[in-house]
Nanobody, 123 residues
Framework: VQLVESGGGSVQAGGSLRLSCAATGKTNVLNCMGWFRQAQGQEREGAAAITRGGAAPLYADSVKDRFTISLDRADGTLHLQMNSLKPEVTAWYYC??????????????????WGQGTQVTVS
């Protein structure tokens, strides 16, 4: 499985960005997909997660009501719509996926496949 993120960039506070993650390869083995972020000097943390089967998405408290995760089941692309952006969300954002059960989907160690990341800067 290969994951490729796109859509990062620089934006002013209050603005919006939409991240996308294209999944290729043996995607039929995947169950959970998520977005994680890692700020400079910080550990990687989960922002939002979803299952390919349609379970209700899960969000970290810090992004709830501002971020929306979605999966285009037609082509398997994962999206993260980020609104009302604040400088504190500046980080590298990573797409992840795996065959893991919906147990702790915001825990990075649950995932087997990772993208290369896309940088988001809010000023």
């Amino acid at each position: 499985v290969q994951l490729v993120e796109s859509g990062g960039g620089s934006v002013q506070a209050g603005g919006s960005l939409r991240l996308s993650c294209a999944a290729t390869g043996k995607t039929n083995v995947l169950n959970c997909m998520g977005w994680f972020r890692q700020a400079q000097g910080q550990e990687r943390e989960g922002a939002a997660a979803i299952t390919r089967g349609g379970a209700a998405p899960l969000y970290a408290d810090s992004v709830k009501d501002r971020f929306t995760i979605s999966l285009d089941r037609a082509d398997g692309t994962l999206h993260l719509q980020m609104n009302s952006l604040k400088p504190e969300v500046t980080a590298w954002y990573y797409c992840a996926s795996g065959s893991n059960r919906w147990w702790q989907p915001l825990r990075p160690s649950e995932y087997s496949y990772w993208g290369q990341g896309t940088q988001v800067t809010v000023s």
